[in-house]
């Protein structure tokens, strides 16, 4: 396995750059996020794994970019900027609006003829599981007020103007995305499927979770977690100790 000597401009983040060789684990931010929310998972799975965090554009150090408010062309981006990480099969990671992301970008991959090692599905519902959602079409109050629901932001940012400003734009065309989403029928995946879910999240319910097992003819896996839909704040080393778990089956590179 190569190591790409650039990030691809911004898109890339690899907090902890691993050895040739290491599996590699490509890690999709939920509507809002950033690439930096992955940033304790790089810590807690290096170096076994290699976190390759993924950085819309729109947000933080990318803020005077335009959002992009479409999954499919999201995971068509995102495909082309980790071109030079295909070499081998990299595993897949999602949370929310990553979750759909990082099943599009799972079947671009395999329509380019090749496979990712396994995709996570984390806090989304299955693509095939359609909800009539309106959220991104409020005012900024009912945006933030569904945002602080989920308590999906980092409460520094919630709490602090200025900020919120800055981050709004993301977050509104973030929601935009994932709920004009629009599942296209084609082919299961081939890759393995795991998907964790809350079993308090008003977005995700567990049948909706277990309904990504009908997009993959590779092994499926549920695993449910007290919590609503950022169950992972409580529950992450669970989390990781399952995709480290699941990887370890798939020899290295």
Not at 10 to 21: K, Q
């Amino acid at each position: 396995m190569t190591s790409p000597e650039t990030d691809n401009g911004l898109w890339v983040r690899r907090f902890h750059p691993a050895p040739s060789g290491t599996r590699r684990l490509v890690c999709l931010p939920h509507a809002g996020g950033s690439a930096s929310f992955y940033f304790p998972v790089s810590r807690s799975l290096s170096p076994s794994l290699e976190v390759l965090a993924i950085q819309y554009p729109g947000r933080q150090d990318r803020r005077q970019e335009k959002c992009i408010d479409d999954i499919h062309e999201l995971a068509r981006e995102v495909h082309s900027v980790l071109r030079p990480w295909l070499d081998e099969p990299v595993a897949i990671f999602g949370h929310s609006m990553g979750a759909s992301v990082g099943f599009e970008l799972a079947r671009l991959i395999e329509q380019d003829g090749g496979s990712a090692a396994h995709l996570f599905a984390s806090g989304r519902r299955a693509p095939s599981c359609p909800r009539d959602e309106t959220v991104h079409l409020l005012g900024d109050e009912g945006l933030l007020a569904d945002v602080r629901k989920l308590s999906g932001t980092n409460a520094a940012i919630l709490g602090d103007q200025e900020l919120l400003r800055a981050a709004l734009p993301a977050i509104r065309s973030d929601y935009r995305a994932a709920e004009t989403y629009a599942y296209r029928p084609g082919p299961p995946l081939s890759c393995p499927i795991t998907a964790f879910t809350g079993d308090n999240d008003p977005k995700t319910t567990v049948d909706e979770a277990r309904a990504w097992s009908t997009h993959t003819t590779g092994q499926f896996d549920l695993k449910v977690y007290p919590g609503g839909h950022f169950f992972l704040a409580d529950q992450q080393a669970a989390v990781l100790r399952a995709i480290s778990t699941a990887l370890a089956a798939t020899p290295a590179h």
